[in-house]
């Protein structure tokens, strides 16, 4: 079932004409950019759109794809309308790539999720809450390319397969109308031009701890942005993404299997870390902090006991350990020597214990009060795999990494000797 052309007629009136209504002065502001080849987005409140009409809202849900084609089409009808109503057009220019970014999904089971989306949840369009624990460089994607049929002269373009991470499936007859059958065509896109490429990064999120009942491992799932979308978010960010939940796989070999992967092609990404940082900090608080070393000015060593009394309460004692998870918590200063050279002001922990001495408790306490965590582990791995992982990435589920920080707590009774020294050279 797709959608009809007057389903498509009624999407593109009504988005236009909210966009017009509720993101004048956005539209506005980027048709007075210099920049004609830049991607420029427009973020779309749902909840906004949908209560305008509630039928483009069930479009939407059942077909987004098609849907987000829509929006950006009538995105640039409402920038050429603005652009030929202004009374100062020289100042102002068309831009050809603007999309449409849809933010603020009702928090209902069926559009939010906190967990990693399953198979069930292929074609929908979700808000997907995690943190980033690896991000790709950004690479060149070329999406289109255009053929001539060496019979008819007919030129028609053939864009990637997203389902085939983007390989170019090449047609088996000419695409021309009037019935050319012919099976020999010549690419025309030997030479690629910009306009066929565009901006292209995978990021690898994972679920957030806090949000995981005891016991349970966090997952992970890969996270395709275009455009303006790359570069938006850093490995350590708490991040909301908004996209259609869809699958991939590698093209077809005889003799080998075919493992489909489950992905989300965002639509829009939101950090949610600078929420998270940028605490107020009110007069209240400010004087209690005061207050507090003013009663301890005789012995700040008893209010800094204090303090590590109440940290990590689940665990009693351990006072030198808890000292030592404050400090690499509240950081340093970086200094510059004679020489030039910049030291980290921030060291890294190493806890070493018996199995139940409460390392694990402290890194989930690390990673619920910090902003930016990503809490993993290197069980199950191997030793060239773990040294490459603990060397340049972030392994998966025991191995906390914070801003300049690093806590890799190990279970020495699952470990074997040779990993022993991978973690020691590490």
Known sequence: MALSADQVNLIGQVFESYVLEHHRDDILGILREADDEAHYPVVVDAMTLFETNMEIGEYFNAFPTEVLVIFDSALRRAALAELQAATTPPQLSMKQNLHARVSGLPVCPELTREHIPKTRDVGHFLSVTGTVIRTSMVKVLEFERTYICNKCKHVFAIKADF????AFCRPSACLNEEGCNSIKFTCLSGTTSSTCCR???EIKIQEQVQRLSVGSIPRCMMVILEDDLVDSCKSGDDITVYGVVMQRWK???EGARCNVELVLKANYVKVNNEELAGVVIDEEVRKEFEDFWEKHKNDPLAGRNEILASLCPQVFGLYLVKLAVAMVLAGGVQRTDATGTRIRGESHLLLVGDPGTGKSQFLK???????????TAGIGSTSAALFHWTACHMPQDLHTCIPNACYLP???CLHKWPYFVVIHHT
Not at 163 to 166: F, I, K, M, P
Not at 365 to 375: G, M, N
């Open 163 to 166: 389902e085939q991470y983007y």
């Open 199 to 201: 901006d292209y990064q």
């Open 251 to 253: 093209p077809f070999h």
């Open 365 to 375: 306490y690390a990673v619920k009060i910090t902003p930016r965590s990503v809490l």
């Open 410 to 412: 190990l279970e020495f």
